[in-house]
């Protein structure tokens, strides 16, 4: 298994948001958090990535503790996509994408390898912006630029890929865009965590998802495990159905439970 957490705590500060965390990611799965608001979601998604240091527990990559292996060597296996980024001034897309390579140059290396160029040239073209490469970032559309900055951190060559509200800003047209590219490269063999907002969505492209309540895990497995009406009110407090449709299990919400008055 490329992650394992075991007991998690963590956040900002002494404040602990997650706490006792366990999780295991599988090789070639698409795995998705979601909660309401504040579950703390994205808190654990950083502490996964080491962007936060955990106040108590391990992260595991490739069985090794995250925090004793060099930045160097975690930015080769695991790459991200915040939430927002900052979009860098004067940089075309494909010096952007370029920055991707990094983790395999050598402090000293100025150029990229001809194998940096080839995995910059197929990042470009996964995300269909071939294009686009010599116009700079700063004048792309919400869904090339959130394209762009996927195809960086494809360029990293990750085995895991981890996306906070990847869909954020974007209308229905690049959601499903973005997040049929992202189920290409799952099937490609890509690990993905995504923090996604829209549960319908996470229902629709995700493999297991991991339901968040107050920085704990209330229930974790597959669609059919974890889908139920009772899950998600107690999660979201909202009473709901689950229907049958043409891309799978979907919920539709009738109404917010009692408890989210009380």
């Known amino acids: 298994m490329p992650i394992n957490t075991y007991n998690l705590y963590g956040g900002y500060g002494k404040s602990a948001i997650i706490k ?14 979601v909660g309401a608001n504040g579950s703390g979601k994205s808190t654990l998604l950083k502490l996964i990535c ?17 925090h004793n292996l060099p930045p160097q060597t975690v930015a080769k296996k695991i790459a991200i996509l915040p939430q ?5 001034q004067g940089l075309t897309v494909r010096q952007l994408v370029s920055l991707g390579r990094t983790p395999h140059q050598s402090w000293y290396q100025w150029d990229l390898t001809g194998e940096d160029q080839q995995a910059v040239y197929q990042a470009l073209q996964e995300t269909e912006l071939m294009a686009y490469c010599d116009r700079p970032v700063s004048q792309l559309s919400g869904g090339e ?23 954020t800003y974007l209308d229905i047209h690049y959601q499903l865009q973005l997040l049929e590219l992202l189920k290409k490269l799952n099937k490609q063999g890509l690990t993905i965590i995504t923090v996604l907002h829209e549960i319908n ?12 309540k107050q920085g704990q895990i209330y229930q974790i497995g597959d669609i059919e495990t974890v889908l139920t009406p009772e899950n998600i009110s107690a999660v979201f407090d909202v009473e709901t159905v689950i229907i049958d449709t043409p891309i799978g299990k979907q919920i539709c919400p009738l109404t917010t439970s009692v408890s989210a008055y009380v």
């Open 20 to 33: 006792s965390v366990d999780l295991d990611l599988e090789r070639g799965e698409w795995l998705s958090l």
């Open 201 to 212: 969505l996470a229902v629709r492209y995700s493999d297991r998802l991991a339901l968040l």
């Open 145 to 167: 630029r959130q394209r762009a900055f996927l195809a960086l951190a494809l360029a990293q060559n990750p085995q895991v890929l981890l996306l906070d509200e990847p869909t």
């Open 50 to 66: 080491r962007i936060l240091k955990p106040s108590q527990g391990k992260i595991l990559l490739d069985s090794k503790d995250i």
């Open 84 to 88: 927002q980024q900052t979009i860098p």
